[in-house]
């Protein structure tokens, strides 16, 4: 038996014909066929950045609130609050002393009263001045309790005249106070032990508004209120 392929025209059996590439197995429960490159297929998780780690935007890090712009309203100086703070604690002290003044006052009117001939000359006048200069002493700390709010909530030279008069005014009842004591007091004001202390109590009611007058009527507590605003 001769071989079909020693004979060129003798057709070879050639077998079944071809079927395509053999079928594979179906992908497991959960899982898609791959597909080609490029947008997943719908429902299909997209494996990326997760959400909220993006890039910061642009101008100022990621995670911090942005600062505030600048140009906001000017700031108190410290000298301004600083004078007006002294004004409120010097108003306490000349409330107190007015209500010492005005309590010696009427005992000794009450003394005048129940023995005028034996009372002393210093006491008819202290009697007489005492009640007037107590309502002085008061008017006062109304005047330093209002300058004192002006200076803190107004940017005015109306404002700031009103603080200096008033701190002005507290020197002024300070010297009136030690003149009238050195007077009231008569031969022994001349004592060593009673200057010192009359000097002592006049320093005391003088320092508060003499701290605060420096603090007003010098550098930026005075240029807070004097230079051109806008």
């Known amino acids: 038996m001769s071989s079909p392929w020693s004979d060129p025209g003798t057709p070879a059996d050639q077998g079944p014909a071809y079927a395509g590439p053999p079928p594979t197995a179906p992908p497991p429960y959960g899982y898609a066929a791959p597909g080609p490159y490029g947008q997943p297929p719908y429902g299909q998780g997209y494996y990326g950045p997760p959400p909220g780690y993006g890039p910061p935007p642009y101008g100022y890090p990621g995670g911090y609130p942005a600062a505030p712009y600048p140009g906001g309203p000017p700031r108190r100086p410290g000298q301004v609050v600083g004078a007006a703070v002294l004004g409120f604690v010097q108003a306490l002290l000349v409330l107190i002393a007015s209500l010492y003044v005005w309590f010696f006052a009427s005992i000794a009117e009450l003394a005048i009263a129940e023995s005028p001939t034996a009372a002393p000359a210093q006491a008819y006048e202290f009697a007489r001045e005492g009640t007037v200069l107590a309502v002085v002493q008061l008017l006062s700390v109304v ?15 109306y404002a700031w ?17 030690w003149a009238q004591l050195n007077d009231l007091l008569g031969p022994a004001a001349g004592a060593q032990d009673v200057t010192g202390v009359l000097a002592a109590l006049s320093l005391f009611f003088s320092a508060a508004p003499l701290v605060a007058l420096g603090l007003v009527l010098l550098g930026g507590g005075r240029r807070w209120f004097t230079a051109p605003q806008g």
Do not use: D, S
Request: without cysteine.
């Open 143 to 157: 005047l330093l309790v209002a300058a004192g709010i002006l200076a803190l909530t107004r940017r005015a030279r």
């Open 161 to 177: 005249g009103l603080l200096v008069g008033a701190l002005v005014a507290q020197l002024g009842l300070a010297a009136y106070w």
